[in-house]
């Protein structure tokens, strides 16, 4: 199954932390980009961070500096660590492996 499985979502309170992780399967999970986006109600789809195969990064100006992504490739999994979480954070957050999305995982950020 190619799927990537996000995990590690829930409810916190705004200034709060959550740490997202997505597992994916297949042997070249190495090198492949990784990506996560979100989408809140009522809202389109959006960028929220990537990683390349190299560990390079580039997020979205609304999560710089609060939201780390890294990549443990022995365990073909990616984390979203996510602080100072406020209450625009909310969202399904999705993981994108190759062509493939994630179910998602909700986010809720109380204010």
């Known amino acids: 199954q190619v799927q990537p499985v996000e995990s590690g979502g829930g409810f916190v309170q705004a200034g709060g932390s959550l740490r997202l992780s997505c597992a994916a399967s297949g042997s070249d999970f190495s090198i492949n980009a990784m990506g996560w986006y979100r989408q809140a109600a009522g809202n389109q789809r959006e960028f929220v961070a990537r990683?390349?195969?190299?560990?390079?990064?580039n997020y979205a100006d609304s999560v710089k500096g609060r939201f780390t992504i890294s990549r443990d490739n022995a365990k073909n999994t990616v984390y979203l660590q996510m602080n100072s979480l406020k209450p625009e954070d909310a969202a399904v957050y999705y993981c994108r492996y190759k062509a493939y999305w994630g179910q998602g995982t909700q986010v809720t950020v109380s204010s």
């Open positions: 990683i390349s195969s190299s560990g390079s990064t």
